[in-house]
């Protein structure tokens, strides 16, 4: 087992709200030491989705929130767009803690999380999993997809794919909403968001099958 893990820091039972809280004090690996707090997943105890980005970015490490910045609001538009009520949805990320380097003045810029602290992290993740029990799972990006579909895993190649994984029964993955954000120009941009909708139109389509089923189930309806 590598020294550096959250494994000590993860309660073994308590939920998802023993989780949030043990995890504020995690050391498991030196990404706490510069970063203001610990971000945890946010959603509700049975989500419809959940979706599981990098880490969190600028914003969301003053807000102790996942996706409240630029790249939360990337991940609104193509939820929106889709039909996917992101109140129903769980969000979290590969990494808790913000990665960064500084660049001019207080500016502070985002840093990709190594297979160190990747690994690290990985077992508030499993808990995150093993509570929820999510029907639907989706990575965003290839720092999620790989930490949960392992490191060989290609987003480019599998994008917007039904994925046979142990993990849930319905896996998918897309790219990240940042990856949108970082298109060169405004036409490349609309071309990316339009990819990562289409992505995300296979989930809508099975919540929407999964509720039809629901009402046509209940007794009465
Ligand atoms: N990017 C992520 O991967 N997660 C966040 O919470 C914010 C930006
Ligand atoms: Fe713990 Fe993860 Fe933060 Fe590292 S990044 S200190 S493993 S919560």
């Known amino acids: 087992m590598p020294k550096t893990t959250a494994a000590p820091w993860v309660p073994d039972d308590g939920g998802l709200p023993a989780l949030q809280r043990a995890s504020k004090d995690c050391r498991g690996c030196d990404l706490w030491r510069h970063a203001t707090q610990t971000v945890f997943g946010e959603g509700p105890a049975h989500p419809d989705v959940m979706l599981v980005g990098e880490q969190p970015g600028d914003k969301e490490d003053l807000a102790g929130h996942p996706f409240v910045g630029p790249a939360g609001r990337v991940l609104d538009e193509g939820l929106a767009a889709v039909g996917i009520d992101r109140r129903r949805t769980y969000v979290t990320n590969a990494v808790k803690h913000f990665k960064f380097e500084r660049g001019t003045g207080k500016r502070r810029i985002h840093s990709k999380p190594n297979q160190l602290e990747v690994q690290a992290c ?22 999620a997809a790989q930490a949960l579909l392992g490191r060989t895993f290609r987003v480019t190649l599998h994008r917007g794919e039904w994925i046979r994984s142990p993990l849930a029964p319905h896996v998918l993955a897309t790219v990240h909403p940042s990856s949108i954000l970082r298109a060169p120009d405004e036409a490349a941009r609309a071309e990316a968001m339009e990819a990562f909708i289409r992505d995300l139109v296979p989930v809508a389509r099975l919540l929407a099958s999964a509720s039809g089923e629901k009402r046509s189930a209940a007794p009465g309806s």
């Open 122 to 143: 990985r077992p508030w993740l499993e808990a995150e999993l093993s509570v929820l029990r999510p029907r639907v799972l989706v990575c965003l990006g290839s720092t």
